[in-house]
């Protein structure tokens, strides 16, 4: 059975641009989860997203949006790229029966801006 | 604000040590307390505690959960250098959120 899986591995921007981040959670899974790891910090929870819905977000600004597709995929987009964004973006999925249990994790985006 | 605080940040031991990983928190309408193991990238599953008192085991791996004192320890024995790695440990709330909240992690190094 695959794994969460994420793309692209790698993503450099300049700032200013618009970094689109792209995540398929396992298959039967309909929740997915997007978390921020800045150098030296915790994982933050950015946003949540189930049956195509935005559930919950963070407490990140509005630049940071995304959205859920019919077959549970899921998109981050982040506007007007700053600086601090650079950090490792990894999304992860839970299915509907088991949503407070455990998250399974993808590989990650590393995202840099310059 | 709720807040999940690990100790200690790293750690550096030799193979065949035994260890012990800290998790303590502060989170309102808690609900889990779930360890990760990370080292690359993505974090791996290791527990889920959700009863105090109660050892979760797996191989070398064990944790368990103090709900009075709100803390939580991962003990990993006999350690192999493939031990090493950033263990994370995050809690999770009753409703509907979706959000573990993370501590800041501890970096373990087991030396050969």
């Known amino acids: 059975e695959a794994g969460v899986t994420q793309s692209p591995t790698h993503l450099i921007k300049t700032r200013g641009q618009q970094a689109t981040l792209r995540c398929s959670p396992i298959s039967g899974h309909t929740s997915v989860y997007w978390y921020q790891q800045a150098l030296g910090l915790g994982l933050q929870f950015l946003l949540w997203y189930d049956e195509g819905e935005e559930r919950n977000r963070g407490n990140f600004p509005p630049r940071f949006s995304g959205r859920q597709f019919p077959n549970y995929s899921s998109e981050l987009n982040v506007n007007a790229l700053e600086l601090e964004d650079s950090a490792l973006y990894l999304c992860?999925?839970?299915?509907?029966?088991?949503?407070?249990?455990?998250?399974?994790f993808g590989q990650g985006t590393r995202l840099t801006v310059v | 604000e709720d807040k999940v605080v690990q100790s200690p940040l790293s750690l550096v031991v030799h193979e065949g040590d035994t260890v012990t990983l800290n998790c303590s928190y502060e989170v309102t309408n808690f609900r889990s307390l779930l360890w990760y193991k990370q080292e690359k990238k993505a974090p791996t599953f290791l527990f889920m505690l959700t009863s105090s008192g109660i050892e979760k085991k797996s191989g070398r791996l064990s944790s368990i959960l103090d709900k009075k004192e709100l803390f939580s320890i991962l003990n990993i024995t006999a350690t192999q250098t493939g031990d090493s790695a950033v263990y994370l440990c995050a809690a999770g709330r009753d409703g509907n959120t979706g959000k573990l909240i993370f501590g800041q992690g501890t970096t373990l190094q087991v030396k050969p």
């Open positions: 992860a999925s839970s299915d509907a029966g088991r949503r407070f249990a455990e998250a399974f």
